[in-house]
Nanobody
């Protein structure tokens, strides 16, 4: 079982940055596929980025070049650096985990196959 706790969200002006954190009870990333998702009110949840069990990363097109996923195994923490934030980035951001590889998943998918979820951290850009 994996427990995930997100933090670092907030309200910022367009163009600003936030660093989101996800404390992970089970590490390293090699044993699990880790993903960030986001969901705005009234909209479907969408995938933002995958860091797979082999360390490879994939980003959805709308955040590519602006968002960066990273990890600190010593701190058992996954990060999402969000730069050049836009109003359309406003959403609840979740991290999620599953065993093995995510190679079969589309990065922008809803994440129905993920086993473990955090409760989310809110990002508001206005």
């Amino acid at each position: 079982h994996v427990q995930l706790v997100e933090s670092g969200g907030g309200s910022v002006q367009p163009g600003r940055s936030l660093r989101l954190s996800c404390a992970v009870s089970a590490y390293p990333v090699n044993s699990y596929c880790m993903r960030w998702f986001r969901q705005a009110p009234g909209k479907e949840r969408e995938g933002v980025v995958i860091i797979d069990s082999d360390g490879t990363t994939r980003y959805t097109e709308s955040v590519k070049g602006r968002f960066t996923i990273s990890q600190d195994n010593a701190k058992k923490t996954l990060y999402l650096q969000t730069n050049s934030l836009k109003p359309e980035d406003t959403a609840m951001y979740y991290c999620a985990a599953d065993r093995g590889t995510c190679s079969a998943y589309d990065v922008q998918g809803h994440g129905a196959g993920m086993d473990y979820w955090g409760k989310g951290t809110q990002v508001t850009v206005s």
